[in-house]
């Protein structure tokens, strides 16, 4: 691996901790998290992605990036219906014949 286009491991988070005060205010202004990272991207050599966990972990205290952990709907709050099973079939419904059936139609009960 070539150190000078690689880095070293955490020195990202080094240079976004030096400009932590400057970062902080600006977003405490209502700055876009864009606008701040184009102004700096050179300075911190870091992608827009991890400024934005950065940020995140370290002040905002948002969770970034973090998988839903919400817990699932239960049966009352499920919005699907009763399930049928697979094959349903009516006792009252025969099926046609030559749907399923093997055996061949009669030319009377083709047309």
């Given at each position: ?16 901790k030096a400009h932590f ?11 876009p998290l864009t606008q ?76």
């Open positions: 691996m070539n150190q000078t286009t690689k880095g070293h491991y955490g020195l990202g988070r080094i240079t976004f005060a400057e970062i902080q205010q600006e977003i405490e202004a209502g700055y701040i990272y184009e102004k700096r991207k050179d300075k911190l050599g870091i992608a827009y992605t991890q400024f934005t966990r950065y940020v995140g972990k370290y002040i905002t205290g948002d969770p970034v990036n973090k998988p839903n952990t919400e817990a699932p709907l239960s049966n009352e709050q499920s919005t699907k219906t009763e399930a049928r099973p697979s094959k349903y079939t009516s006792p009252t419904v025969t099926p046609k014949k030559g749907l399923n059936d093997p055996t061949p139609l009669a030319d009377s009960e083709l047309f």
